[in-house]
């Protein structure tokens, strides 16, 4: 959903309508040829002329990245291996796993609109690991105004989104890993809603023993939705022109239905090892959404004695009219006890309206 305008829909009949809400193995010879060649993969599409499509799907909230520390790399995490914060980029990441996790993200979202995401992944030995997420934004109350009352009806309306994800993923070989999820998309709006099931799929390979790894995933591809509830209902005279019938017989306004934002990218991660105590992580995404144009986003990760993170990077680069920019943020990895702690930071930069902010924990059990 997206910010400024939580519902797009079109009666038959009646145009486009928009309810505005107010709120909003010789690896030191063959990895740099694979390296070069997925660099190009990249670089193609982001190059591609195409004309946006923004504003033209629905349970556009999906595509809110729940990982403050990816989200601090410039949303760079489709290669990205390593544990539970990885999995809504790549279900592939799934693959590696060997300890039950948990993540909790809180989003500071536009205007006061509240986002938070909780996960679990469970690997089960000789199975692989599976997955489970949910997902929530919320405005808030909203005051009801119209044009007879400009400031407020007396009601107030809430505009919520939820999706709800499955997955499970394992490594095929010691370098290959895939992964598929099932998404439940829920959006409601005062007394309406619609819902729609999605899919993800994803692989990951391993270029090197060094760890420079090529990774892809397609997300939610699935059905369409469209809205209903009584908010369409409506009182229909089938001839104005006519005394005697029955002039409010009960109708409800059907609206077409919206596909969700398909996204498909590809990229690379690759480490490097600084010194005793310390490493870098590149990662590179492009992107290709069937909602906009293509873009390129870029990401790198300091991490000094497995302790301390930080981050920068820059997101959708060469998206059309994007909103988009840096981000930056910090990550701090511990222990409690005998259980594994990571808590991570996120800002990112936005041209028009306000920065945002998220907050990310994790606890392996």
Do not use: C
């Not at 799929?201 to 699935?222: A, D, E, K």
């Not at 409800?252 to 590809?266: C, H, K, M, Y």
């Not at 492009?286 to 991490?303: Q, V």
């Amino acid at each position: 959903m997206s910010v400024g305008s939580i519902m797009e829909k079109r009666a038959k009949g009646g145009g486009l309508r928009r309810i505005e809400t107010g709120h909003r193995a010789s690896e030191t010879r063959t990895w740099p040829a694979a390296l070069l060649a997925a660099l190009s993969l990249l670089i193609v599409p982001a190059g591609a002329a195409a004309q946006t499509k923004a504003g033209t799907t629905i349970g556009a909230f999906v595509g809110i990245e729940p990982s403050a520390r990816i989200g601090a790399m410039g949303n760079a995490g489709v290669a990205i291996y390593d544990g539970i914060q990885s999995i809504y980029y790549n279900p592939a990441a799934l693959g590696p796993a060997s300890q039950i996790a948990l993540q909790f993200t809180h989003g500071f979202w536009f205007a006061d609109i509240s986002y938070d995401y909780a996960a679990v992944l469970l690997p089960v030995r000789g199975w692989g690991s599976f997955f489970g997420s949910l997902m929530a934004l919320n405005s808030g109350d909203i005051d009801v105004r119209t044009v007879d009352q400009p400031l407020g009806t007396g009601e107030r309306y809430t505009a919520e989104d939820v999706a709800l994800s499955l997955g499970y993923g394992r490594e095929i070989t010691d370098r290959f890993g895939a992964g598929v999820q099932v998404n439940y998309i829920n959006e409601t709006i005062f007394h309406s809603s619609m819902h729609v099931v999605t899919f993800n799929i994803g692989t990951v390979y391993r270029l090197s023993q060094t760890g420079l790894t090529l990774g892809s995933s397609l997300s939610n591809f699935g059905t369409h939705g469209r809205f209903s509830g009584r908010d369409l209902a409506i009182q229909y005279d089938n001839d104005p022109n006519r005394f005697g019938d029955n002039s409010s017989l009960p109708g409800e306004q059907l609206t077409d239905d919206f596909p969700v934002p398909i996204l498909f990218r590809v990229g690379v991660t690759w480490p490097r090892q600084l010194g005793n105590d310390s490493e870098v992580l590149l990662a590179v995404d492009a992107f290709h959404p069937s909602d906009n144009t293509e873009s390129l986003s870029l990401g790198w990760e300091w991490l000094w004695k497995e302790a301390l993170a930080v981050r920068a990077g820059y997101q959708t680069l060469g998206q059309r009219d994007s909103e988009l920019g840096l981000t930056a943020g910090l990550g701090l990895r511990g222990a409690l006890g005998q259980y594994r702690f990571q808590l991570d930071y996120g800002w990112a930069h936005h041209t028009t309206l306000q920065e945002t902010h998220r907050l990310t924990f994790v606890l392996g059990l």
